[in-house]
């Protein structure tokens, strides 16, 4: 086995066994955006500080620029393209960001909304302790954060009345 | 950036990662949860020819309690320790160290065995297992055999993300002590924004008397020193009433223990006065856990 070697193995993104054929060295987030054309994962900082290019790993949200595919093979990603309905409707959380003008550009809010439905999954009336700490780890450049957090809590409420998980 | 290339080893067993580990010697690395080690290689300030991937090893996804401590195997997370009830009844520093490691989003992939085998002066993880003095479990091979060392907490720690494990060898589990009865244990810090790197951190336990005294108190401090800084306040502290430990003096003894550095984050005088603040209220608070526990275990 050399560094140059390429590895063969299935992620399950969205649902749907994805074949992969990458170095060692692809980033969860790279084989995401290059390898598989899910650009809507963004990268921002590559190292862990942004939180932009959040996704949930086996349903907790982790940074996928700090895993490498190959380590992941096996496992359930859902990415922000995994949210919506077929017919284009939103996700709670997604709608929730809509409603609450949760995002400006836009670069921050895949990361942000897979951060917030993995805390949702966990706390699903979070404080609004919870949901600081919820999204303490995403950086946003425009909005300033007092919108997303709104748009936690009014994710809650449209889970809430849905009867439905994140 | 992007990581340097490097040859990938995904080992099933820990004989199979220490066969690994033993092939390629300082070459290589172990990748467990990644949190540390992937910045380091996306910024290529570490390019290790080969990487020994231990998260598929499913027997090191374990955590085990008996009557005397709690054993954290190598592939455990932060955030299921954190959440692990038992492990909180039997250890609640761990929690309450935990809630302060990086972000929850981090805590979900990030490896306990892995905080402590990267000896960051940073890591609350390090002060945890100085201050209960508990155990790292090492396991190599050795002419041919899986061999295995154990190491005391406090003599782990040797430098700057240095410690006492051999390229050869892999972090199997640690181990922390229960907390007695009477027992008490908080963890504080000051950092620049929440879930950076603490500018100072403290973690304290106290053992209380059966009248309520003080019976020993130890204190633990980060990113003041190479490695955690002890500091052991029973001598100080010994038979007094929680209301009546002059809280100056416990300042004072653990200013005049750590030895911190300056950067930018902060000076080292600032350091040494947040390591006498923290020392304080680590204290105060590893009081008032001693008494709520005191008070649970009393509820019929």
């Known amino acids: 086995m050399t560094a140059d070697d390429l590895h063969e193995f299935t992620l399950v993104v969205n649902g749907r066994p994805r074949e992969l054929r990458v170095p060692a060295r692809r980033l969860l987030s790279d084989a995401l955006r290059h390898d598989l054309g899910l650009t809507g994962t963004h990268v921002g900082c590559e190292h862990g500080v942004c939180g932009c290019c959040t996704v949930l790993l086996d349903g907790e949200p982790v940074r996928s620029c700090l895993a490498f ?82 748009a936690v809590h009014r994710a809650a409420e449209l889970l809430a009345e849905q009867g439905d998980r994140p | 950036m992007k990581p340097p290339p490097f040859t990938y080893h995904a080992p099933t067993t820990v004989e199979e990662a220490v066969d690994v580990l033993a092939e390629v010697g300082e070459d290589g690395k172990v990748l467990a949860g990644g949190q540390s080690l992937i910045p ?33 195997s190598a592939g455990v997370r932060h955030a299921r320790l954190e959440r692990h009830q038992a492990v909180y009844a039997a250890c609640p520093l761990l929690r309450q160290a935990l809630v302060h490691v990086a972000h929850p989003v981090v805590r979900n992939r990030g490896t306990v065995c892995g905080s ?19 155990t790292v479990h090492l396991a190599a091979q050795r002419a041919g055999q899986l061999a295995r060392r154990d190491v ?21 589990a640690v181990t922390f002590p229960r907390l007695p009865a009477r027992a008490g244990s908080a963890f504080v810090e000051v950092a620049r924004r929440h879930g950076d790197y603490a500018v100072c951190g403290a973690g304290a336990t106290v053992q209380l008397d059966e ?36 809280l100056e003096a416990v300042a004072e003894q653990a200013r005049a223990a750590v030895r911190p550095g300056s950067d930018l984050h902060a000076s080292a005088e600032y350091r040494r006065h947040l390591a006498g603040v923290l020392a304080a209220r680590a204290l105060q608070e590893a009081v008032a856990d001693a008494r709520d526990r005191r008070d649970r275990r009393r509820e019929p």
Not at chain 1, 117 to 142: F, H, K, V, Y
Request: glycine share 10%; proline share 6%.
């Open chain 1, 69 to 150: 595919a190959v380590s992941v093979a096996g496992h359930e990603v859902t990415t922000v393209e995994g949210l919506a309905g077929p017919d284009g409707t939103l996700h709670p959380v997604q709608q929730a960001f809509a409603e609450c003008h949760g995002l400006q550009c836009g670069f921050c809010t895949p990361g942000f909304v897979m951060a917030v439905c993995g805390l949702l999954a966990d706390q699903p009336e979070p404080t609004e302790e919870q949901a600081l700490e919820g999204i303490s780890g995403n950086l946003c450049r425009c909005t300033g954060y007092q919108n997303i957090l709104r």
């Open chain 2, 211 to 246: 009248r309520g005294r003080i019976a020993a108190a130890r204190l633990a401090f980060i990113s003041v020193g190479p490695v955690p800084v002890a500091v052991d306040l029973t001598e100080l502290l010994a038979g007094a009433a929680p209301a009546r430990v002059r």
């Open chain 2, 116 to 134: 402590i085998a990267h000896a960051d002066p940073a890591g609350e993880l390090t002060a945890v297992l100085v201050l209960l003095d508990g």
């Open chain 2, 40 to 72: 380091l290689l996306n910024f290529r300030l570490a390019a290790p020819e080969h990487l020994v991937d231990v998260n598929g090893i499913g027997a090191l996804d374990r955590i085990a309690l008996d009557d005397d401590v709690v054993r954290v």
């Open chain 2, 152 to 172: 005391p907490g406090s003599d782990f720690f040797r430098g700057v993300f240095e410690a006492d494990v051999g390229a050869d060898e892999l972090v199997e």
